[in-house]
């Protein structure tokens, strides 16, 4: 354990890079707003005058309340994935290890019992699927039903990590259209006022277009991060799940070896060492 103390460490700095980047991204977007919205018109104002992000957040008003609800279920929803998709608890390399050697020595009830201990992913499969082990099959062990099992166990498991996901994307989708929506009121907002003034004084219409403008830039700012690590985490997770299929292959292949292994070597032709 001690000995891979330094990977896991590096591992857990890889893993949370993208969180760090997303969150600098954000405090980088919090203070470049607020001067892209400082003027108006086009035209520099004095500094008692101009107007910044907050005032235009504040003119947005009722508008700005479901983009902030989805921001804040966006970053929550980040450092979720981010806790939960770790390979600590899907394949972690003491389990392995540990289940390997287990079946290399064709200790399967000892790998059961190390895998109903275990709450990651790989262990939870193990335990699912290992019980299907067949002995009286030697040349396959039952392969084709312990991988059934895995496969059953994937899909229901699976489901529940794609869940939290999706929401990732579903924001994504949700926060353009919201921000379109307080665009779409802005504008109808500054035609109205339009008609009713019969001038174009930019004091009567900076509500207006500071509701059209602020939401949707709010809604682009947060899809284009959702849209990210909806893909990152999807494709995170199976890489995580296909790393724990490969590590049950790997004790079928090595058991299976262990019980044949006699007649691998009774099948070496004559005056050639096995390999």
């Known amino acids: 354990m001690t000995q891979n103390s330094p990977l896991n460490a590096v591992q857990s700095r890889r893993q949370f890079a993208p969180l760090f980047i997303f969150l600098a991204v954000l405090m980088v977007g919090l203070v470049v707003v607020p001067n892209l919205f400082a003027q108006s018109g086009g035209e520099v104002l ?3 005058k ?9 003119d947005a008003g009722i508008w700005m309340l479901p983009l902030g609800i989805c921001s804040m279920a966006t970053i929550a929803l980040v450092v979720y994935n981010f806790m939960q998709l770790t390979a600590a608890k899907f394949a972690p390399v003491d389990l392995k290890m540990a289940l390997l050697d287990h079946m290399q020595n064709c200790r399967v009830r000892s790998a059961i019992e190390v895998s109903s201990t275990s709450p990651t992913y790989l262990g939870r499969m193990s335990a699912t699927a290992l019980p299907h082990v067949d002995a009286t099959e030697p040349e396959t062990l039952g392969r084709e039903a312990v991988e059934d099992s895995m496969a059953e166990f994937t899909i229901r498991e699976n489901a529940g990590h794609m869940n939290w996901i999706g929401y990732l994307g579903l924001l994504g989708q949700i926060a353009p259209m919201l921000g379109l929506l307080g ?3 802005g504008m109808l907002g500054a035609f109205s006022t339009l008609s009713m003034s019969g001038g174009a004084d930019p004091s009567e219409l900076a509500g207006d277009i500071g509701l059209a403008m602020v939401t949707t830039a709010s809604g682009l700012i947060i899809a284009i991060p959702a849209v990210f690590f909806y893909f990152f985490f999807k494709n995170k997770l199976n890489r995580l799940v296909a790393d724990c299929h490969l590590a049950a292959s790997d004790m079928m292949d090595a058991s299976i070896a262990a019980v044949n292994a ?13 390999g």
Do not use: F, H, N, S
Not at 50 to 55: G, Q, Y
Not at 262 to 274: H, I, S
């Open 46 to 48: 004095d500094v008692e």
């Open 50 to 58: 101009k107007r910044t992000a907050l005032d235009y957040i504040k």
């Open 183 to 185: 665009t779409v009121v």
């Open 262 to 274: 006699d007649q691998q070597m009774a099948k070496v032709p004559e005056g050639l060492q096995p």
